[in-house]
């Protein structure tokens, strides 16, 4: 089956701890994205790549790091620069980010963070 | 600022209750409107989207609809598993990136 995998489901995060949140995908899409959810927020990008090697800040990028080593990978991780880590995180990805029917995002199941 | 509004933030319905959720937006060149729908504690489940004004898109018991201020997501006598939060996105304007609303989180009950 095709589709965005993102693991652990449940994380806890001690204090100055950094972590790192999975997301594969075997959609064959150029473009994927991190996304947070807080209860009443809409969704707010953290990081997104368009491309293999290359990636750009979100809006709300500080605290996080990405990479995009390879196409179907897009790891992030929330340092111990993020003072509110706790929320649920969601990865994307679409075919094309450029627009049109190509840049219908499909999101993965989360993964919820918590701090102890 | 490209914006997006959702309306109402939560309806209740009865099972065969006819309703409709709002989605308002402000944005310059709007290259398309998205719908998802969310289930609790999981990611959102594309639905539609729509390019231009009078733009319709129907699924089951779902239909959208798009003008050039807002879009209507209509529900047609709603069964209690259509209960979930519902999510309307815009993508265009000077950001180039998806813009989501806060939701509108519908209960239907039997």
């Known amino acids: ?116 | 600022e490209d914006q997006v509004t959702q309306s109402p933030e939560a309806l209740r319905l009865q099972e065969g209750e006819s309703s409709s959720l709002n989605c308002s937006y402000t944005v310059s060149g709007l290259r398309g409107l998205f719908w998802y729908r969310q289930d609790p504690g999981k990611g959102p489940e594309f639905l539609f989207t729509l390019y231009s004004a009078g733009e319709e898109k129907e699924k089951e018991r779902l239909k959208a609809t798009l003008t050039k201020k807002e879009s209507f997501l209509h529900i047609t006598a709603p069964k209690p598993e259509d209960s979930a939060t519902y999510l309307c996105a815009v993508y265009g304007g000077a950001t180039n990136k998806l813009i989501f609303g806060t939701g509108t989180l519908l209960a239907v009950q039997p």
């Open chain 1, 1 to 116: 089956d095709g589709g965005i995998t993102q693991s652990p489901k449940y994380l806890f995060r001690k204090e100055g701890q950094n972590v790192t949140l999975s997301c594969e995908q075997n959609l064959n899409h150029d473009a994927m994205y991190w996304y947070r959810q807080d209860p009443g927020q809409g969704l707010r990008l953290i990081y997104y790549s368009q491309i293999v090697n290359d990636f750009q800040k979100g809006d709300i990028a500080e605290g996080y790091s990405v990479s995009r080593e390879k196409k179907e990978s897009f790891p992030l991780t929330v340092t111990s620069a993020q003072k509110n880590p706790t929320a649920f995180y969601l990865c994307a990805s679409s075919i094309d980010p450029q627009g049109g029917t190509k840049n219908i995002q499909y999101f993965g199941a989360g993964t919820r963070l918590s701090v102890l």
